[in-house]
């Protein structure tokens, strides 16, 4: 069921506050991966590490997401959302503090290990949160947040790598690393004002408190109802059960035997849905879009920026850029839908990609030549890349794969994505150095022109629109109409169940007469 264009313009002030405030999560991954791309110059000289190490530093905190990512799942079942926000804070403030006081390369790493973990749990559970708490009318807004913090993050760690560099080197690197245990502070006192996701809280069979939280962040008090109604028939719980508390079977309420009907025995409809959300996952890492964030400095360097002054004062330009351009997808998404700004981001990238490859392949094979103008140009590639991927591939993807998955699989199937997309990371962030040298750095970005232009094509064949729905009712937007047995008036209604506001279109139209055809063979 679609809302009336008139409300999705509204906004509600308390899903405003709950968001943001869950979205603070997103500014400990994006800075924790910014701030290194600086910080590891001073680290190089400081500790004596060679390429092969930094490396390793550089990527290592996505493969250690893995085990944030992947227990945050759980653990959000077990314990609820916003204490898992809690946890989050609180594992990345200590590890912020651990690298600051490294006092060798082995610490270093094992600071870096427990900060991992607390991005891989921010990056699980802001999404689901958000997702949970937010009405449909405004759900593509609110969970385009965290990937807005993200950026606010990715900006705040080249601001602090520019402004600490002028320090001496022992201690500047230490401010740059420690200054991420500020924010984590801040999100962990503040999320415990905020309310619990209404979602987990009917999974609970604490049905007054989802009633109250509902009130607060629906439209109207019809609205309220009709999701505290869709949660509990999406949850297995009779919509005559009125009573504030009911009991769940444990095995429901704690999330248990999740982890079965998503790889052991899916349904069709369940496989499709975490095909896709592991898929865009997967693309918008594979895209190479990490290994722009964290070897800036090494990409303006081998563009041919000498000085580590001008290299921060050009990377802080793309944090920049990456931060003031999610604001249009942050916009447009409830508006223009998820499909088509995907679709455009993905192929505006495509496009950078190959200019800056180019580019990039003829500074490498002139290196005596003052060839400012192709300079130029490829630090004007690297501005747009960033601006493309905000604009549509970076936050679309944590709208969509928040929005897909039933309510009982979300914060475990979303945790298979993420899994995915800090793997991938990892590995661009641990090989990028190498592989530029056996391939050039030109011959890298067309290597990841090359996988944009898959990610394209996938999203074009898979991914439909999901805008103006609720979440209950995505559920059933991948599950196969029949026409068996179906009269035409009821396959009419049907088909104003699955595409009620484009009837119009003529690609529905044949759809609709596909139907009718279906059901008059039948007779």
Known sequence: ?????????KMNKYVFACSLVASMNSILSGYDTAVLSGAILYIQDYMKINDTESEILMGSINI????????????SDWIGRRYTIVIAAMIFFV???????????????SGRFVAGIGVGFAFMIAPVYTAEVAPASTRGFFTSFPEIFVNAGVLLGYIADFAFSPLPTYLNWRLMLGAGAIPAAVLGIAILFMPESPRWLVMQGRLGDAKMVLEKTSDSSEEAEMRLAEIKEASGISEHLTDDIIYVPRSQSNGSGVWRELLIRPMPEVRQMLIISIGIFFFQQASGID???????????????KSRLSLLGTTMAVGFSKTIFVLVSTYLVDSFGRRPLLLTST?????CQLLLATGLTVIDNNPDKNLAGVLVVCIIMVLSLVAFFSSGLGPITWVYSSEILPSRLRAQGLSFGVATNRVVSGVIGMTFISLYKAITIGGVFFLFAGVTALSWIFFYLYLPETRGKTLEELETLFEKPTTQGKTLDELEALFEKINPHEENDSENYRVNDGLRAAASASY
Do not use: H, Q, W
């Not at 069921?1 to 313009?9: G, H, S, V, W």
């Open 291 to 305: 290994a722009v964030v964290l070897y800036s400095p090494s990409i303006f360097r081998k563009a041919g920026i």
């Open 347 to 351: 192929m505006g990238m495509f496009f």
């Open 64 to 75: 250690y997401c893995l085990i944030g990512s992947t227990v945050a799942g759980r653990i």
């Open 1 to 9: 069921m679609d809302l009336p264009i008139a409300e999705k313009k």
């Open 95 to 109: 590890g912020a503090l651990m690298m600051a006081m490294a006092p060798n390369y082995a610490f270093l790493m």
